[in-house]
Nanobody
Framework: QVQLVESGGGSVQAGGSLRLSCAAS????????MGWFRQAPGKEREGVAA???????TYIDSVKGRFTISQDNAKNTLHLQMNSLKPEDTAMYYCAAVPSFERLCLNLKYAYTYWGQGTQVTVSS
């Protein structure tokens, strides 16, 4: 069982930056994806970014060039560096993980298995 705990959310003005972190109790020993998802009030949850075991990443178009996903295997930690934040980035952000032997899990609509409790990001104009 993988436990995920997010941190780093907060309130910033448009154009600002935040760095989200996700501490995992363990990283699966084989292939896996870890990702960041978000859900704004009244909207469906959407995948933001994901990273595979080999470091391959994927992003939704709206955050490309602004957000960077990374992982620190030594510390079992996933990060999301968010720059040039916009009010439309306001949402609850969730960390998630799923074991997978293939990079199919980089599809941000893939069914992730393990989820954190979320951390709130609020961007004011």
């Amino acid at each position: 069982q993988v436990q995920l705990v997010e941190s780093g959310g907060g309130s910033v003005q448009a154009g600002g930056s935040l760095r989200l972190s996700c501490a995992a109790s363990i990283f699966p020993s084989r292939g896996y994806c870890m990702g960041w998802f978000r859900q704004a009030p009244g909207k469906e949850r959407e995948g933001v970014a994901a990273i595979y075991t080999d470091g391959t990443t994927t992003y939704i178009d709206s955050v490309k060039g602004r957000f960077t996903i990374s992982q620190d295997n030594a510390k079992n930690t996933l990060h999301l560096q968010m720059n040039s934040l916009k009010p439309e980035d306001t949402a609850m952000y969730y960390c998630a993980a799923v074991p997978s032997f293939e990079r199919l899990c980089l599809n941000l609509k893939y069914a992730y298995t393990y989820w954190g409790q979320g951390t709130q990001v609020t961007v004011s104009s």
